[in-house]
């Protein structure tokens, strides 16, 4: 695929339109529509400490959203890359783009079965579902 990707780490207040497609697309979100809920989708993206998005153009493409104190403990929530862009070094590159506004930080994640492998190749290690990278102070 012949594409530049460009990524957004300014904006929280994503498309809620695409952002619930993009949840859709990986089986997060149902297909049943609920106007108020479809509204609001980004609200907790909006809320979060920090969003990275992914864009192909016009295209969201991937986002992830981060929960900080920005120096002791930071997690990682809703990474999601659309399918038909999987496998390009997206995710990755959005997680790397996480750590690198808190360096300090102790990262933690909760990961789904299938995606511990991808986790483990961004650098965090655990067991029992939660994974993460010590921080400079605490672990
Ligand atoms: C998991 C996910 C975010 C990975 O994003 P991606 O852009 O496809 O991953 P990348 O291309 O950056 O992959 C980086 C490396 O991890 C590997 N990898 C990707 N997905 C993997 C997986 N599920 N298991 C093991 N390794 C994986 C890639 O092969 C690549 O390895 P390499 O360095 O040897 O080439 C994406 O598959 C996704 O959105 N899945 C559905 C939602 C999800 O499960 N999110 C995680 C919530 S816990």
Redesign the pocket.
């Known amino acids: 695929m012949n594409m530049k990707i460009i990524y957004d780490d300014t904006q929280k207040d994503l498309p809620c339109d695409q952002l619930l497609h993009l949840f859709k697309e990986?089986g997060w979100a149902s297909g049943d529509s609920n106007p108020e809920h479809d509204a609001n989708f980004n609200i907790g993206h909006k809320n979060s400490t920090l969003v990275i998005s992914a864009w192909d153009g016009e295209r969201l493409v991937?986002s992830v959203r981060v929960l900080s104190d920005t120096v002791f403990r930071s997690y990682l929530l809703d990474?999601?890359?659309d399918p038909k862009y999987?496998?390009?070094?997206?995710?990755?590159?959005m997680v790397k783009r996480c750590i690198a506004h808190y360096p300090d930080s102790h990262w933690l994640?909760?990961?789904?079965d299938?995606?511990v492998?991808?986790y483990n190749?961004c650098g965090f290690t655990g067991s029992n579902g939660y994974l993460s990278i010590p921080g400079k102070y605490c672990s």
Do not use: D, Y
Request: net charge positive.
């Open positions: 990986v991937g990474l999601v890359v999987q496998n390009l070094g997206i995710g990755r590159e994640v909760g990961a789904a299938g995606a492998g991808f190749k």
